[in-house]
Nanobody, 124 residues
Protein backbone atom coordinates (compact mmCIF):
# COMPACT_ATOMS: atom_id res chain seq x y z
CA UNK A 1 0.00 0.00 0.00
CA UNK A 2 1.45 3.31 -1.08
CA UNK A 3 1.55 5.92 1.66
CA UNK A 4 2.13 9.64 1.16
CA UNK A 5 2.98 12.15 3.89
CA UNK A 6 3.13 15.88 3.18
CA UNK A 7 4.98 18.51 5.15
CA UNK A 8 6.21 22.07 4.78
CA UNK A 9 2.99 24.03 4.86
CA UNK A 10 2.66 27.18 6.90
CA UNK A 11 1.84 30.86 6.88
CA UNK A 12 3.61 33.32 4.65
CA UNK A 13 3.08 36.84 3.43
CA UNK A 14 2.18 37.54 -0.17
CA UNK A 15 5.30 37.46 -2.30
CA UNK A 16 6.95 34.91 -0.06
CA UNK A 17 8.01 31.34 -0.67
CA UNK A 18 7.38 27.88 0.74
CA UNK A 19 8.57 24.41 -0.14
CA UNK A 20 6.24 21.49 0.33
CA UNK A 21 7.52 17.95 0.63
CA UNK A 22 5.80 14.61 0.13
CA UNK A 23 7.51 11.43 1.24
CA UNK A 24 6.34 8.17 -0.26
CA UNK A 25 6.62 4.73 1.26
CA UNK A 26 5.30 1.25 0.76
CA UNK A 27 6.14 0.81 -2.91
CA UNK A 28 8.92 0.95 -5.46
CA UNK A 29 9.24 4.54 -6.55
CA UNK A 30 9.62 3.92 -10.27
CA UNK A 31 6.71 4.48 -12.63
CA UNK A 32 4.14 6.83 -11.22
CA UNK A 33 2.65 10.19 -11.88
CA UNK A 34 3.06 12.27 -8.73
CA UNK A 35 0.97 15.38 -8.35
CA UNK A 36 0.15 18.29 -6.11
CA UNK A 37 -3.44 19.37 -5.70
CA UNK A 38 -5.07 22.04 -3.61
CA UNK A 39 -8.47 22.84 -2.24
CA UNK A 40 -9.57 26.08 -0.67
CA UNK A 41 -12.73 26.35 1.46
CA UNK A 42 -15.81 26.47 -0.71
CA UNK A 43 -13.86 25.67 -3.88
CA UNK A 44 -13.31 22.55 -5.90
CA UNK A 45 -10.06 20.69 -5.73
CA UNK A 46 -7.69 21.69 -8.51
CA UNK A 47 -4.50 20.30 -9.92
CA UNK A 48 -1.40 22.40 -9.34
CA UNK A 49 1.52 20.42 -10.77
CA UNK A 50 2.47 16.89 -11.69
CA UNK A 51 5.61 15.00 -12.60
CA UNK A 52 6.16 11.66 -14.26
CA UNK A 53 8.71 9.72 -12.26
CA UNK A 54 10.14 7.99 -15.32
CA UNK A 55 11.50 10.76 -17.50
CA UNK A 56 10.65 13.75 -15.26
CA UNK A 57 8.08 15.34 -17.56
CA UNK A 58 6.32 18.10 -15.64
CA UNK A 59 2.88 19.64 -15.90
CA UNK A 60 1.55 22.85 -14.37
CA UNK A 61 -1.71 24.65 -13.96
CA UNK A 62 -1.70 27.97 -15.78
CA UNK A 63 -2.27 29.80 -12.51
CA UNK A 64 1.10 28.66 -11.09
CA UNK A 65 3.34 28.52 -14.16
CA UNK A 66 6.52 30.48 -13.60
CA UNK A 67 5.96 30.60 -9.83
CA UNK A 68 5.84 26.96 -8.72
CA UNK A 69 8.30 24.18 -9.47
CA UNK A 70 7.66 20.50 -8.96
CA UNK A 71 10.60 18.18 -8.52
CA UNK A 72 11.53 14.88 -6.95
CA UNK A 73 14.41 13.16 -5.28
CA UNK A 74 14.19 9.50 -6.18
CA UNK A 75 16.91 8.58 -3.67
CA UNK A 76 14.72 9.93 -0.87
CA UNK A 77 11.34 8.91 -2.37
CA UNK A 78 10.34 12.53 -1.92
CA UNK A 79 8.33 14.91 -4.06
CA UNK A 80 8.69 18.66 -3.70
CA UNK A 81 6.71 21.74 -4.63
CA UNK A 82 8.70 24.96 -4.49
CA UNK A 83 6.25 27.83 -4.35
CA UNK A 84 7.45 31.39 -4.96
CA UNK A 85 5.74 34.74 -5.38
CA UNK A 86 2.83 33.41 -3.39
CA UNK A 87 -0.51 35.15 -3.68
CA UNK A 88 -3.47 35.14 -1.30
CA UNK A 89 -5.37 33.05 -3.83
CA UNK A 90 -2.75 30.29 -3.44
CA UNK A 91 -3.94 29.70 0.12
CA UNK A 92 -5.42 26.21 0.42
CA UNK A 93 -4.91 22.73 1.73
CA UNK A 94 -2.29 21.13 -0.47
CA UNK A 95 -2.35 17.42 -1.15
CA UNK A 96 0.17 15.07 -2.65
CA UNK A 97 -1.19 12.27 -4.82
CA UNK A 98 0.07 9.41 -6.93
CA UNK A 99 -1.30 7.35 -9.78
CA UNK A 100 0.00 5.15 -12.58
CA UNK A 101 0.56 7.12 -15.79
CA UNK A 102 -0.57 8.96 -17.84
CA UNK A 103 -0.23 12.17 -15.86
CA UNK A 104 -3.27 14.36 -15.52
CA UNK A 105 -4.05 17.40 -13.40
CA UNK A 106 -7.76 18.20 -13.58
CA UNK A 107 -9.24 17.69 -10.14
CA UNK A 108 -7.33 14.53 -9.28
CA UNK A 109 -10.24 12.15 -9.53
CA UNK A 110 -8.02 9.70 -11.40
CA UNK A 111 -5.45 9.52 -8.61
CA UNK A 112 -5.59 6.50 -6.35
CA UNK A 113 -3.26 7.48 -3.52
CA UNK A 114 -3.45 10.61 -1.40
CA UNK A 115 -1.68 12.19 1.52
CA UNK A 116 -3.41 13.86 4.43
CA UNK A 117 -2.66 17.39 3.24
CA UNK A 118 -0.68 20.36 4.49
CA UNK A 119 -2.14 23.83 4.98
CA UNK A 120 -0.77 26.87 3.19
CA UNK A 121 -1.89 30.31 4.33
CA UNK A 122 -0.93 33.47 2.44
CA UNK A 123 -1.62 36.85 3.98
CA UNK A 124 -1.86 40.04 1.96
Amino acid sequence: QLQLVESGGGSVQAGGSLRLSCTASGYTYSDYCMGWFRQAPGKEREGVAAIYTRGSNTYYADSVKGRFTISRDATKNTLYLQMSSLKPEDAAMYYCAADPPPCTLNNGVEYDYWGQGTQVTVSS
